[in-house]
């Protein structure tokens, strides 16, 4: 799938989040499109990678995904979150994001927004060091399909 196709498929998905929980459309969208390989890699509908953790009371499934661990890329199997469609995926992604990572809330932008999410908690979105340059990116590439 190209990147305006993942944009057009989903996008609105992002942009009902967007309304309903307040998480910029374009984060959401980004980082589905990142967690995904732009919607390649969902499996079971899960666009964002996330884990299913010792509270997690739906479907899981065991996949192997790649971890910095001690400043080392590693391959591990871990336990994800299952969805049923895209847009359980999306609402349940705005709930963690709403729940883990509050100071983003009061971010103006998009960039500032995932800046928070992955800098300014306890909690790290993802483990990648560049991750937040690489969600810029996509934000960037994103925005040229807004008015199309």
Known sequence: MTSKEFYKQFSEYAKANEEATGVP????LAQAALE???????PEN???????GKHW????????????INGQMVSVKDYFRAYDTPLECFRDYADLIKRRWPKA??????EDF???????????Y???????????TIINKLREYENE
């Open 105 to 110: 809330f009061e971010k103006k932008t998009p």
């Open 126 to 136: 993802a483990t990648d060091p560049n991750y937040v340059g690489k969600i810029v």
């Open 57 to 68: 009371k739906g479907s899981t499934q065991i996949l192997r995904t790649k971890e910095f």
């Open 114 to 124: 995932i800046w928070s999410v992955q800098n300014e908690h306890v909690y790290k």
């Open 36 to 42: 995904s390989a732009w919607g390649s890699k969902a």
């Open 46 to 52: 899960n666009f964002f990678g996330i884990k299913a």
């Open 25 to 28: 459309y374009l984060v959401c």
